[in-house]
């Protein structure tokens, strides 16, 4: 069961998955942020979007991401790792095609497996 968060960065625990109900996108939390820099107010977006719809994850396409890869805020270090791949699914209907996974204000840095 999924539903709609409306969550900052802070918010989320360690091992929370974020899901696309669109095309399947999944992430999981794997570094929780450490409100460094709350308090200059770099963390008041109160939603992740995949598909155009809040992530009941907004950079790079969700299709782009594998299996493993995480996307890294390099201000408060919250960090989150793909466990399910999109399934492209919706491709062609356009809602792939989001680039930006936003922390902070600030687009969030990719870090592949190795």
């Known amino acids: ?6 969550a ?3 918010d989320l625990k360690k091992e ?4 696309c109900e669109q095309c399947g996108f999944e ?30 994850l907004r950079t790079y ?4 991401l594998k299996k493993g890869d995480s996307l890294v805020c390099e201000n408060c270090g919250f960090e989150l790792t793909v ?15 989001l680039t930006e ?4 204000g600030k687009q969030m840095k990719i870090k592949r497996e190795e």
Do not use: H, W
Request: glycine fraction near 4%; charged fraction near 20%; charge should be negative.
């Open 16 to 19: 929370q998955v974020l899901v």
């Open 27 to 56: 992430l999981t939390v794997v570094n929780e942020c450490e409100k460094a820099c709350e308090g200059e107010g770099c963390c008041p977006l109160p939603q992740f979007i995949c598909c155009n719809e809040p992530m009941k």
């Open 1 to 6: 069961m999924t539903e709609v968060i409306n």
């Open 61 to 64: 396409s969700c299709y782009e």
């Open 8 to 10: 900052r960065c802070y």
């Open 101 to 104: 996974f936003v922390c902070c």
């Open 83 to 97: 466990v399910k791949e999109c399934s492209l699914s919706c491709l062609t209907e356009g809602c792939c095609d």
